[in-house]
């Protein structure tokens, strides 16, 4: 599963449960597609040797991508946040590496797998109910989920809401837009407001703590917050604001039984959380909000490497491919 900022490999069951894992900070605006991939493939080299398999022994290869994916093909499609990736052959690379099928798909479409089978929407009518996915991180998108299977949309940009722009926001985003929810919600644009805070004196809490030596990240703000420090307050719950205010355009177009936020920024505590759910209900229709539950991922952190374990298992068991396997043992 790989991140704006973190790339997480994982060996997986045929129940998607993870056995090992391995990761480590990407950059990708400086670094090739070749540099992250093959650390992508050094680490599941790493997983193999520690687990004591050969190279025979992987069923499948899923990767998740922090794009919009073009699924048939396996590969990123004008990614905003990942320079020199457009039409970037993921799935053929890491074939040449592995002797076995490779699945390339959208970072919250694989989250969204997650925590269908595993996590918070498992229980939904028998997995076939219709459920929204929120990743709210460094980016922000969602995974959209219809009567149990994910809903990509004509290009695979389907979900993309973290450039859907903020009515009257001037804030410039890397897509070249202004007012992007990501750029103004989302972690690096909260954590340069929170350091700028702490810079003019207007967080005493932020600026101790980082006179302290302490890491400017969402739980530091979360502490902040806890604290009673207003800035920090301020901080977690504008944010929360914005994210839930766009998703109650889509709760009123999609009707959604479930929203699940996962991310980093879910560290900035239930605050955060509670904020995102008013807004929602504040400016949905009294019906299409009615019996609607937001509720915070149990999965967090694992949920993309599970839900990509998920993504090759629902490819190599189709119906499809177990027909195409019988018929060649015949």
């Known amino acids: 599963s790989l991140g704006q900022t973190r790339l997480n490999v994982a ?6 449960e993870i056995i090992d894992s391995a990761g480590g900070g990407v950059n990708l605006i400086k670094e090739s597609p070749e540099e992250v991939l093959g650390r992508a493939v050094a680490y599941a080299r790493e997983l193999e040797e520690r687990a004591g398999l050969g190279p025979q022994a992987l069923f499948g290869v899923g990767i998740a991508l922090p794009s919009p994916v073009d699924y048939a093909n396996g590969v990123p499609v004008n990614p905003p946040v990942m320079p020199g990736w457009d039409r970037y052959p993921v799935a053929s690379y890491l074939a040449q590496e592995f002797t076995c099928p490779v699945f390339v798909d959208n970072d919250v479409n694989v989250m969204a797998l997650a925590e269908r089978d595993k996590g918070a929407a498992a229980g939904i009518a028998d997995r076939r109910g219709s459920f929204i996915l929120v990743k709210a991180g460094t980016g922000i998108g969602a995974g959209i989920v219809i009567d149990g299977e994910i809903y990509r949309g004509a290009k695979g940009a389907a979900g993309d809401i973290g450039h859907i722009g903020i009515d009257g926001d001037e804030t410039l985003c890397p897509c070249g837009n202004r007012g992007c929810l990501e750029a103004v919600s989302g972690g690096r644009a909260l ?17 101790g703590e980082l006179d302290a030596g302490a890491k400017l990240d969402a739980s530091l703000i979360a502490r902040g917050a806890a604290s009673g420090d207003e800035e920090c307050i301020g901080l977690v719950i504008s944010s929360g604001a914005s994210i839930g205010n766009i998703l109650a355009k889509l709760v009123n177009f999609f009707n959604p039984s479930l929203i699940v936020i996962s991310g980093g920024l879910t560290s900035l505590g239930e605050r955060f959380i509670a904020s995102i759910r008013e807004a929602i209900y504040r400016r949905s229709t009294p019906l ?6 937001v509720k915070k991922s149990a999965l967090l952190e694992r949920s993309g490497m599970t839900g990509a374990a998920i993504l090759v298992l629902d490819e190599v068991f189709s119906h499809r491919n177990v027909g195409r396997l019988m018929s060649g043992l015949r």
Do not use: I, K, P, Q
Not at 11 to 16: F, S
Not at 191 to 207: I, Q, T, V
Not at 288 to 293: F, G
């Open 288 to 293: 299409a909000a009615a019996d609607l539950v």
């Open 11 to 16: 060996l997986c069951d045929l129940e998607a």
């Open 191 to 207: 954590l340069a407001r929170a350091e700028a805070a702490a810079r003019d004196g207007r967080s005493a809490f932020l600026a």
